[in-house]
Nanobody, 127 residues
Framework: QVKFVESGGGSVQPGGSLTLSCAPS????????IAWFRQSPGKERVGVGC?????????HYSDSAKGRFTISRDGAKNVIYLQMNSLNSEDTGVYYC???????????????????WGQGTQVTVSS
């Protein structure tokens, strides 16, 4: 049974940092890309970044995430992290961890390529 355990969301002031965690189980991660998506109120779900384990662990980030967010993995614990720095109000939303089997265009972070999804964790950036 595929399962994701997400954690680490919360409230933070602008300029602050948060680290989200995603612990997937029930499938072999080696053939998958694990990505983080954000859904802000009234907006579509958008990709933030991914770790493509099906392509040697390559990382891809959205333009808004580049230079501020970092995806990493603890292989021993089977946990994927999203370290978020310099947060601003536009980063507010529900963050989802998702998995795609050998995505065709991992750099594009396309929602429809991801078949498994976590329950999401709320991130609020506000003063």
């Amino acid at each position: 049974q595929v399962k994701f355990v997400e954690s680490g969301g919360g409230s933070v002031q602008p300029g602050g940092s948060l680290t989200l965690s995603c612990a997937p189980s029930g499938f072999n991660l080696v053939n998958y890309a694990i990505a983080w998506f954000r859904q802000s109120p009234g907006k579509e779900r958008v990709g933030v970044g991914c770790l493509d384990l099906s392509d040697g662990g390559k990382k891809h980030y959205s333009d808004s995430a580049k230079g501020r967010f970092t995806i990493s993995r603890d292989g021993a614990k089977n946990v994927i992290y999203l370290q978020m720095n310099s947060l601003n109000s536009e980063d507010t939303g529900v963050y989802y961890c998702a998995a795609a089997l050998s995505p065709f265009r991992p750099e594009a972070l396309m929602v429809h390529e991801y078949e498994y999804w976590g329950q999401g964790t709320q991130v609020t950036v506000s003063s």
